[in-house]
């Protein structure tokens, strides 16, 4: 299980807070922790569902802004690096025109989660479709599309925390 030496996707956090992780893992109940708050994993497994998905929550939260063309599960993410997703705009000149995309990526680790984690994740890269910065806007807009989303992305570090040295909870 982690080391009780750093806790890395929860830096930033207060030691008492990160002390009650601590004590989870010492007692190693932080799977059984998250396995009760979070029993299933989701089913949007292919990057068809995955778009279907990232396009519904678009459509009901962000009708306005630029259109998303590709959402895909990428097993080059890795959220080691403190990266569960990303968000590209690629433009491209074509004769005198300039063609724009936005496309989202999102780690292959999350094949395999609760619904309310790949939400979150799906949530903060669209946000990025008005809020390029991670900024107060860009989390009250996250905020707006999802009231849990800081519990939601607290938990989901509680669980990358916890597979880093143990078998993913969720198959």
Do not use: W
Not at 47 to 70: H, M, V
């Amino acid at each position: 299980m982690e080391t009780m030496q750093e806790l890395k996707y929860l830096s930033g956090y207060s030691e008492d807070l990160t002390g009650k992780v601590r004590n989870l893992i010492l007692q190693k109940r932080l799977g059984e922790f998250i396995l009760n708050k979070y029993p299933e994993p989701h089913k949007i497994r292919t990057d068809k569902a995955l778009y279907d998905f990232a396009i519904s929550l678009k459509n009901e939260y962000l009708q306005k802004s630029q259109p998303l063309s590709k959402v895909t599960y990428d097993s080059r993410i890795n959220p080691i690096d403190h990266v569960l997703g990303m968000h590209y705009y690629i433009a491209k000149v074509q004769g005198s025109k300039i063609k724009a995309k936005n496309e989202i990526k999102i780690a292959s680790i999350f094949k395999n989660v609760p619904e309310e984690f790949l939400r979150m994740i799906v949530i903060h890269e669209l946000a990025h479709l008005k809020e390029k910065d991670h900024n107060r806007a860009f989390y009250k807009l996250c905020e707006y599309m999802e009231p849990e989303y800081c519990q939601i992305e607290f938990d989901m570090r509680l669980y990358l925390t916890y597979i880093e040295d143990a078998e993913p909870l969720y198959r």
